[in-house]
């Protein structure tokens, strides 16, 4: 299945750092996020895009995981001739991600 089958994106900017929420649809798919969607994950993904470090924060008391990737917007919408300047697109791209867990195959309670 799709991270976007669980969980919905919403993406910010500052400077040359985007950062991505992704929020589960219900709590208890948290844990399912937790186990699946890890930094390591995100900066592989967002590799040719992404010339810093990504950092993950865990928001359990809604259901959520921010992370900040830093370097990510070719030097910030000023200085950059991206497209998506903003980097608004990798919510969605980050949505596409193949979740192979299961719901429920954690032992974290949500």
Known sequence: MKLR?????????????????????????????LS???????????????????????????SALNFVMDQALGGGVTRSLALDAHGKSLSSALLDLEITGRIGDTDEAP
Do not use: C, M, W
Not at 6 to 31: E, M, Q
Not at 36 to 61: C, H, M, S, W
């Open 5 to 33: 089958d669980i969980a919905h994106s919403r993406t910010g900017d500052k400077g040359n750092i985007s950062n991505i929420s992704v929020i589960a649809f219900d709590a208890k798919l948290y844990p399912l996020l």
């Open 36 to 62: 699946e969607v890890t930094a390591e994950r995100v900066k592989t993904l967002f590799k040719d895009i992404v010339q810093g470090e990504v950092v993950r924060y865990e928001l359990p008391n809604i």
